[in-house]
């Protein structure tokens, strides 16, 4: 049973760009959330999708945005990125029967 | 607000010893509580979770952790560690309205076992 599936793994991008990733949440889960864990730091909760919407959105600005598709996987869309963005972005996926997130291995992001 | 701390960001112990990692939460409401273990370029392992009932919860891997709501603690012990547990801990709190989705998490507590 795979679990929770990120891509890419690892990327490099440059100050001002724009950066799409994306999570498989575990088979059977339908709610997917993410966060963002700077080098040394906890991580820190963007937001979580359900039912293809956005249901609840850490603080985090606008340049954040992110959507569900209806086989419930899920992408995190960063736009105008910064230096600060540089960090270890993580999916998590939930699902019945119990209230506990299933983390996937993260996407690792570095702004230069 | 809730808010988690983890006052040992470093802890070294020798294998076979007996480990505890601190964790203090702030919360207004019944917490929903969570260990969870990384190790290097590793995502997120679920180590032990507390919704309710007794307060001490055995958790995989030889983990278990203990609720005190008066001390608003849940401390992570292990009777003897090997070396594989060397690894970042972290402790989360849940809020009950969207618990497992919403995690706040402490700044972890890097753990180096000595052979």
């Known amino acids: 049973d795979a679990g929770v599936t990120q891509s890419p793994t690892h990327l490099i991008k440059t100050r001002g760009q724009q950066v799409t990733l994306r999570c498989s949440p575990k088979?059977?889960?339908?709610?997917v959330s993410w966060y963002q864990q700077a080098l040394g730091q906890g991580p820190q909760f963007i937001f979580q999708y359900y039912e293809e919407e956005e249901r609840q959105r850490g603080n985090f600005p606008d340049r954040f945005s992110g959507h569900q598709f209806p086989n419930y996987s899920s992408e995190l869309n960063v736009n105008a990125l910064l230096l600060g963005d540089s960090a270890l972005y993580l999916c998590?996926?939930?699902?019945?029967?119990?209230?506990?997130?299933?983390f996937g291995a993260g996407s690792r992001l570095t702004v230069l | 607000a809730q808010s988690v701390t983890q006052p040992d960001i470093h802890i070294t112990v020798s294998e076979g010893a007996s480990l505890e990692l601190r964790c203090n939460y702030s919360?207004?409401?019944?917490?929903?509580l969570f260990w969870y273990v990384q190790s290097p370029g590793q995502g997120l392992q679920l180590l032990l979770k507390?919704?309710?009932?007794?307060?001490l919860v055995q958790g995989i891997k030889g983990f278990e952790a203990e609720f005190k709501r008066s001390q608003s603690s849940f401390n992570l012990r292990k009777p003897s560690v090997h070396w594989s547990d060397a690894a970042e801990y972290f402790c989360?709190?849940?809020?009950?309205?969207?618990?497992?989705?919403?995690?706040?998490f402490g700044g972890g507590t890097r753990v180096l076992v000595k052979p």
């Open positions: 507390y919704f309710s009932g007794d307060t």
């Open positions: 998590a996926s939930r699902g019945p029967p119990a209230n506990v997130l299933t």
């Open positions: 919360y207004g409401a019944t917490p929903y």
């Open positions: 088979s059977g889960h339908d709610t």
């Open positions: 989360a709190v849940g809020t009950l309205k969207a618990a497992g989705n919403k995690l706040t």
